[in-house]
């Protein structure tokens, strides 16, 4: 297990090897979410969501022990592209530079 201060876990998400911006492989503390409301996108929005959450925090820790598995579905929403998607990457993107 690894344990980050707020600083380095946002470093860590943004070079998306340690911690990544899924929202779904995570467990959060309830009071994080005070206040929070997550970028209404209707693709990556746990892109700029789960980094302002990171932001939030006053320490991450990462347990690499897999504890969920996780099926690829070649067909899924996850794995079609469409400009519209990039569009939506790319607004998710900018709100994360705003926290930088």
Known sequence: MESYDSEMAVIEIMNDEKINSFVWDKLYKKELFHGFKYMELDYHEDV?????????????????????????????????????????????????????
């Open 48 to 100: 700029a969501s789960t980094f302002k959450l990171i932001a939030k925090s006053k320490r991450v820790v990462c347990n690499n022990k897999p504890l969920y598995y996780y099926i690829r579905n070649p067909k899924s929403i996850s794995h079609t592209l469409n400009p519209y998607k990039y569009y939506c990457l790319y607004r998710a993107f900018k709100e994360r530079e705003e926290i930088i």
